[in-house]
């Protein structure tokens, strides 16, 4: 018969033996939890980092192993979107973007990249309504996504829209350079698409309007656009100021 001592003793045995295999069996899922999670990661930043590099079909490649791994990885697919628009595979791009959507991807970006993919395919009002979400949702959109937005608007006739979205843009911008120029570009468009659109009905206001156009013209030509000047000519040419 086994005294109480040798119980409990056998019993702290027991124990032991059982707690050693449980931590592990905890270790060893540990262990397989952290090989399998990185590698879907490991990919992932390998393709951002391929994407940053212009490495665009490295990077499709990496994104794919990752989906591989996990074919609900909303930022693989996300990612893979951004890469696929600068790839110009825009139609590719969308179907990664609303996967993302579909697989609970949130965040104002995401409109942003289909803006631009959209906006590549010459889907001008898609791409409106998705900048215009995105500058609901972002906090501080930078001059670029208004400089775009801009010229969707130009495409679909909506010119005063235009104007104001190259004005945000302008205001943006602290560089007073030559990349500064292209918002004032931008503008000096618009007003010359509202003018040439009133010309025949309301030629007063149209002259009018040139006039500001000319006025952003002239500032793109003081930043050094080149293009400024062509357009000048034209000006001068139709309007006569």
Same mark, same amino acid.
């Given at each position: 018969?086994?005294?109480?001592?040798?119980?409990?003793?056998?019993? *702290?045995?027991?124990?032991?033996?059982a707690f050693t295999l449980?931590?592990?069996i905890s270790s060893a899922q540990v262990v397989i939890d952290t090989c399998l999670t990185p590698t879907e990661i490991d990919h992932c930043k390998l393709g951002i980092e391929n994407h940053g590099k212009g490495k665009y079909?490295?990077?499709?490649?990496?994104?794919?192993?990752?989906?591989?791994?996990?074919?609900?990885d909303t930022v693989a697919y996300f990612e893979r979107a951004k890469t696929y628009v600068c790839w110009k595979k825009c139609s590719q791009a969308i179907k990664d973007i609303q996967t993302a959507i579909d697989y609970g991807k949130r965040g104002a970006e995401i409109y942003l990249i289909r803006a631009e993919a959209n906006d590549a395919r010459y889907l001008f009002k898609?791409?409106?309504?998705d900048y215009n979400q995105y500058i609901e949702l972002c906090s501080r959109p930078n001059k670029w996504v208004y400089y775009?937005?801009? &010229?969707?608007?130009?495409?679909? @006739?909506?010119? %005063?829209?235009?104007?104001n979205s190259f004005t945000n843009s302008i205001?943006?911008?602290?560089?007073? %350079?030559?990349?500064?120029?292209?918002?004032?570009?931008? *503008?000096?468009f618009a007003y010359y698409k509202k003018a040439e659109s009133l010309k025949k009905e309301k030629p @007063?206001?149209?002259?009018?309007?040139? @006039?500001?156009?000319?006025?952003? &013209?002239v500032?793109?030509? *003081?930043?050094?656009?080149?293009?400024?000047?062509?357009f000048l000519k034209k000006i001068r040419k139709k309007y006569g100021i």
């Amino acid at each position: 018969m086994i005294s109480h001592k040798e119980q409990v003793s056998l019993l *702290r045995t027991v124990y032991i033996i059982a707690f050693t295999l449980v931590s592990s069996i905890s270790s060893a899922q540990v262990v397989i939890d952290t090989c399998l999670t990185p590698t879907e990661i490991d990919h992932c930043k390998l393709g951002i980092e391929n994407h940053g590099k212009g490495k665009y079909k490295e990077a499709i490649k990496n994104f794919n192993q990752a989906i591989l791994l996990n074919d609900e990885d909303t930022v693989a697919y996300f990612e893979r979107a951004k890469t696929y628009v600068c790839w110009k595979k825009c139609s590719q791009a969308i179907k990664d973007i609303q996967t993302a959507i579909d697989y609970g991807k949130r965040g104002a970006e995401i409109y942003l990249i289909r803006a631009e993919a959209n906006d590549a395919r010459y889907l001008f009002k898609e791409a409106l309504q998705d900048y215009n979400q995105y500058i609901e949702l972002c906090s501080r959109p930078n001059k670029w996504v208004y400089y775009n937005k801009g &010229y969707a608007e130009i495409k679909l @006739k909506k010119y %005063n829209d235009a104007i104001n979205s190259f004005t945000n843009s302008i205001e943006l911008d602290t560089l007073n %350079n030559l990349e500064s120029s292209y918002a004032y570009m931008g *503008r000096a468009f618009a007003y010359y698409k509202k003018a040439e659109s009133l010309k025949k009905e309301k030629p @007063k206001e149209a002259k009018s309007i040139i @006039k500001q156009a000319k006025a952003d &013209y002239v500032t793109a030509k *003081r930043l050094e656009n080149k293009s400024a000047e062509v357009f000048l000519k034209k000006i001068r040419k139709k309007y006569g100021i």
